[in-house]
């Protein structure tokens, strides 16, 4: 069973090469981080999570900076997003950076996907929260777009690319793994790009269901990652390895280095009680 962590990484935690080391010298196959560029201050969306919004949601480092800082200093530690708001992203920049990741990691980089949930977020990008589902295809296929052609073009109703070269492309072929956030809303897309489904704290009863109603729907072994997975506790994690699922990504709250460590080495207790 594979295992990763994904955190929010902020001004105020642990920073992202000392955390990719601790992963990698521990054996975790895997860090995901997440994408916020910024949260309006009027906080129409609600907190999915409910209460407050925690800071940490606008304290965030751009996720490929970070994992391009943790690339430099790893070897074999798989580096994802967790997931990117490639919405309101502008699709040849990211694809261009992506690449870039791709190849400065020598092929290590898992590019998660999202929608977003924050409607004055996108607003702010110019973006109506309302086009994001059609948005995010014509993204994704400019971008696929980019990596594997010689001379790439796309034009639908809101993304335009002229003939175009575009390098470097990534190390992965024919790009790198795909992943969609989301629930069952998402099965469609991912079946239509090949992706993967990046699963959102779903145990391990509820994993081995929500996999098989992907498959079905997919007609694939469609490769899945279940994140923000809590809590890690013998218990908690067993069914799992039977669950479908590639790998699970344990919770890692933003914490000091020291900290950060223990909580690491608390996760591998687990992990090594379970023979994983």
């Not at 895997?30 to 994408?35: A, I, N």
């Not at 407050?52 to 965030?60: A, D, G, Q, S």
């Not at 809303?185 to 079946?191: P, Q």
């Not at 899945?224 to 506790?233: D, F, L, R, S």
């Amino acid at each position: 069973m594979k295992f990763g962590v994904t955190t929010f990484l902020t001004d105020q935690g642990i920073g992202p090469a000392a955390l990719a080391r601790a992963l990698e010298d521990r054996g975790f196959d895997s860090l995901f981080v997440t994408e916020h560029t910024h949260v309006p201050a009027s906080r129409r969306s609600p907190y999915p999570g409910g209460g407050e919004l925690p800071e940490k949601y606008y304290r965030l480092l751009d996720p490929f900076l970070a994992l391009t800082a943790a690339a430099t200093v790893t070897s074999t530690l798989a580096l994802g997003t967790g997931v990117a708001l490639v919405v309101q992203r502008d699709p040849i920049i990211t694809a261009k950076e992506a690449a870039t990741l791709d190849l400065l990691s020598g092929g290590r980089f898992l590019f998660g996907m999202g929608i977003g949930w924050n409607r004055e977020e996108m607003e702010s990008h110019g973006i109506d929260p309302r086009s994001r589902g059609k948005r995010i295809d014509e993204v994704v296929e400019t971008m696929q777009a980019l990596w594997t052609r010689e001379i790439a073009e796309y034009r639908g109703d809101f993304v335009t690319l002229e003939p175009s070269m575009a390098w470097p492309k990534p190390v992965q072929r024919p790009h790198m793994p795909l992943y969609f956030g989301g629930g069952p809303a998402s099965f469609a897309r991912i079946a239509r790009f090949g992706a993967g489904w990046y699963a959102i704290s779903a145990s391990g009863a509820d994993a081995t269901a929500a996999i098989a109603e992907l498959r079905e729907a997919t007609g694939t072994d469609t490769r899945v990652t279940v994140a923000h997975v809590g809590p890690i506790t013998e218990d908690a994690l067993q069914s799992y390895p039977s669950s479908g699922a590639e790998r699970v990504v344990f919770d890692l709250e933003t914490l000091s280095p020291d900290d950060t460590f223990s909580q690491l080495d608390s996760y591998l207790s687990v992990t090594e009680s379970l023979g994983w």
